[in-house]
Nanobody, 122 residues
Framework: QLQLVESGGGLVQPGGSLRLSCAAS????????IGWFRQAPGKEREGVSC???????VYTDSVKGRFTISRDNAKNTVYLQMNSLKPEDTAVYYC????????????????WGQGTQVTVSS
């Protein structure tokens, strides 16, 4: 079963940074597009960023210029570097394999993991 495990969340002050990791178990990531999602309390899960197998990237407007997605196929891991964090970035962050392209956030190929909590607060 394809499974991804998220890590790296925590409590950070506004303006701070975190780097999230998404590691694969049981398969290699290199042929898959990987998306990062987040779900804030009382809100629907939303797509944040996606990286294709050929390293093309997309970002939702609210994180452009602040978040950077990357992948290290040798480590079978995808990262989300989050800078200039804001309280509205507070959410549980998830990763999943997806079909790259318009509407990638609706084409999830793997089941959801437990996610990693990101809390931005002073």
């Amino acid at each position: 079963q394809l499974q991804l495990v998220e890590s790296g969340g925590g409590l950070v002050q506004p303006g701070g940074s975190l780097r999230l990791s998404c590691a694969a178990s049981g398969f290699t990531l290199d042929s898959y597009a990987i998306g990062w999602f987040r779900q804030a309390p009382g809100k629907e899960r939303e797509g944040v960023s996606c990286i294709s197998s050929s390293y093309n990237t997309v970002y939702t407007d609210s994180v452009k210029g602040r978040f950077t997605i990357s992948r290290d196929n040798a480590k079978n891991t995808v990262y989300l570097q989050m800078n200039s964090l804001k309280p509205e970035d507070t959410a549980v962050y998830y990763c999943a394999a997806v079909q790259y392209g318009p509407g990638w956030y609706r084409r999830v190929l793997t089941s959801w993991g437990q996610g990693t909590q990101v809390t931005v607060s002073s």
